[in-house]
C-alpha cells in the first residue's frame, strides 16, 4: 500500500543484485529510475520495461521526486548521487537492506552459501511454481523460468538468493535457509576463512524457532558451524554417509535415502553431481515448507535452467560451444570434470576471464589445480569489477606459473583470429567467469557463422 506512492532511485541498477530488486519495486507500483556506468542486458531490460536509466552518473539523477534512494557495496562514498542524496537528507538504504524489507512482507526462503546459490534458487523457483505457490523470487542470475532475475508473486513465499560478499546477508531474517557450501571466497572482505564461518553461523543463528536450515553436510566448513552448538532445527544433505539425506547415484539416476529409507528419485536436468545437490537441498527445502513430494518431483522435471549457468550458446562445423559463470577454483573444477566426463571423446578448450584482483590473488594456488582437465587453456585480462590492480597478480603471470602443457594468455583483439584457427570439429569451448567474457564467446560464434 505504501509503496504505490515511492520513488525510488538505484545508483548502480544494471549490477546483478539491483536489477531485479528494481524491478521487483517497480512492479510493485513504485516509481523507479536509475543510473548505471553502462548499458548492458540488464540495464536494457529494464529500459524495455519503462524505467528510466540514465548512463553515468550525475546529482542532477537525483530528480525533486525521490525520496528514496538504493545503493550497494560497489557504490563508493564519493559518488555523486550518493552525495546528493546525503546533502538533501533522502531516505538512503542498502540493496539487502531494502530486499529485506520486502521480505518481511512474506514467508522468507533464503539460498545462501559460496557456490551454487543461483541454481539452487532456480530450482526452488521452479518446485514452488509447478506447485501453483507463485512466490516472489530474486535471483543473482537471470532464471529461464521468467527470463529475469526477480519476479514479483501473488503467495506468501518469498525466495531470495543471498549475497555473502560483503556481509549484507544479515540484514536478512528468513524462515528457511538452503546452504549450500562455505568456501574461501571473498576473503578480501572477511580476512580469513575463520570470519568468514563465523559471519555464516551468526547468519543462520537468525531463523525463527520454527524455522530450519537444509545444508550439503558434504562441506566441512559447513558441518563444523552447524556442530558448534547451533540449536535450531537442521538437516544434512549430500553423499556422504553420515547425512540426514544420503545421495546415492547410478548411471544418471540419483536415488535418496532419509534414515536408512528410499526418500524418493530423480534425474537431473543440469548435468554434473554438484547439480544434483544443488537439486536436492531445493527438494528438502520445498518438502520442508510443506510441498508434496509429486509436485517437488514435477517441478524438477520442469525445469528451465539459468542463464550463464552450463548454457550452450550454439555450434559450429561440430565445434559445441557453451558459457559458464563459474569463477572461483572450486567451481571451475568442477565443472571441467562433469564436462570431462560427458565428453570423453571431445577436446575441451577453457577460455577463462579472472574476475577481481583480490580473488586471483587469494585464490591463486586454486585456480593454478583448476584447468588441468582442460586440453587447452587461454586466460583473458582480469575483469576487474572495480578493484585496482595488484602488482605480479595478473593474467600474464599466472599462465607462466600454471603447469598446463598448453596454456596461453591472450587478449581481447586476439580472441577471433586465435580461435577461428583454432577450433575443430569435435571440440567443446567454454567460455568461462563473472566478467564479460561470455560476450567474446557469443561474437565469436556469431563471426564463425557468418565468415
Given at each position: 500500500m505504501y509503496l504505490k506512492n515511492k520513488n525510488i532511485h538505484f545508483i548502480g541498477i544494471g549490477g546483478i543484485g539491483m536489477c531485479g530488486l528494481a524491478e521487483l519495486l517497480y512492479n510493485s507500483g513504485c516509481r523507479v529510475t536509475g543510473s548505471d556506468l553502462q548499458e548492458g542486458l540488464e540495464v536494457f531490460r529494464l529500459k524495455k520495461l519503462g524505467i528510466p536509466v540514465f548512463i553515468g552518473h550525475h546529482s542532477s539523477h537525483i530528480d525533486s521526486q525521490t525520496d528514496i534512494v538504493v545503493f550497494s557495496s560497489a557504490i563508493k562514498k564519493d559518488n555523486v548521487e550518493l552525495q546528493e542524496a546525503q546533502r538533501r537528507y533522502l531516505t538512503i538504504i542498502?540493496?539487502?537492506?531494502?530486499?529485506?524489507?520486502?521480505?518481511?512482507?512474506?514467508?522468507?526462503?533464503?539460498?545462501?552459501?559460496s557456490h551454487g546459490k543461483t541454481t539452487t534458487t532456480a530450482f526452488l523457483a521452479s518446485l514452488f511454481f509447478n506447485a501453483g505457490k507463485n512466490p516472489t523470487v530474486v535471483a543473482g542470475g537471470r532464471l529461464d523460468l521468467f527470463q529475469s532475475t526477480a519476479h514479483l508473486g501473488k503467495s506468501k513465499w518469498f525466495i531470495a538468493e543471498s549475497d555473502e560478499s560483503d556481509g549484507s546477508f544479515h540484514h536478512l531474517f528468513p524462515e528457511l535457509v538452503v546452504l549450500t557450501n562455505i568456501d574461501d571466497d571473498h576473503l578480501d572482505f572477511y580476512g580469513s576463512l575463520f570470519e568468514m564461518k563465523k559471519n555464516f553461523y551468526d547468519f543462520l543463528k537468525k531463523i525463527p524457532f520454527y524455522g530450519a536450515v537444509i545444508a550439503c553436510g558434504d562441506c566441512k566448513n559447513v558441518r563444523e558451524i552447524l556442530s558448534q552448538g547451533f540449536s535450531r532445527q537442521f538437516y544434512l544433505y549430500g553423499f556422504s554417509k553420515n547425512n540426514d539425506f544420503v545421495l546415492k547415484k547410478k548411471k544418471d539416476q540419483y536415488f535418496v535415502y532419509y534414515k536408512n529409507k528410499k526418500w524418493t528419485e530423480f534425474t537431473v536436468p543440469l548435468k554434473g553431481d554438484y547439480n544434483a545437490l544443488?537439486?536436492?537441498?531445493?527438494?528438502?527445502?520445498?518438502?520442508?515448507?510443506?510441498?508434496?513430494?509429486?509436485?517437488?518431483?514435477?517441478?524438477?522435471?520442469?525445469?528451465?535452467?539459468?542463464?550463464?549457468?552450463?548454457?550452450?550458446?550454439?555450434?559450429?562445423?561440430?565445434?559445441?560451444?557453451?558459457?559458464?559463470y563459474a569463477h572461483h577454483p572450486t567451481e571451475l573444477l568442477a565443472l571441467l570434470s562433469s564436462f570431462k566426463k560427458e565428453f570423453q571423446d571431445r577436446r575441451l578448450i577453457a577460455f577463462f576471464?579472472?574476475?577481481?584482483?583480490?580473488?586471483?590473488?587469494?585464490?591463486?594456488?586454486?585456480?593454478?589445480?583448476?584447468?588441468?582437465?582442460?586440453?587447452?587453456l587461454y586466460v583473458l585480462p582480469v575483469y576487474p569489477a572495480g578493484e585496482e590492480p595488484i602488482d605480479h597478480i595478473n593474467s600474464q603471470n599466472f599462465v607462466k606459473q600454471i603447469k598446463h602443457k598448453k596454456a596461453y594468455f591472450i587478449k581481447e583483439t586476439e580472441v577471433y583470429s586465435t580461435f577461428s584457427k583454432l577450433l575443430k570439429e569435435k571440440d567443446v569451448f567454454i567460455t568461462l567467469g563473472a566478467g564479460s567474457v561470455y560476450s567474446y564467446g557469443e561474437s565469436l560464434l556469431s563471426k564463425l557463422k557468418q565468415a
Open positions: 542498502h540493496r539487502a537492506e531494502a530486499l529485506a524489507e520486502m521480505m518481511r512482507l512474506k514467508h522468507g526462503i533464503v539460498v545462501a552459501g544443488n537439486a536436492l537441498g531445493a527438494m528438502i527445502c520445498a518438502y520442508t515448507a510443506g510441498l508434496k513430494k509429486s509436485k517437488i518431483f514435477t517441478g524438477l522435471q520442469n525445469f528451465k535452467g539459468v542463464k550463464r549457468r552450463r548454457e550452450f550458446k550454439g555450434s559450429y562445423k561440430g565445434c559445441l560451444f557453451y558459457d559458464d576471464q579472472p574476475h577481481r584482483y583480490t580473488r586471483f590473488q587469494s585464490c591463486w594456488a586454486g585456480f593454478l589445480k583448476s584447468f588441468d582437465l582442460a586440453d587447452i
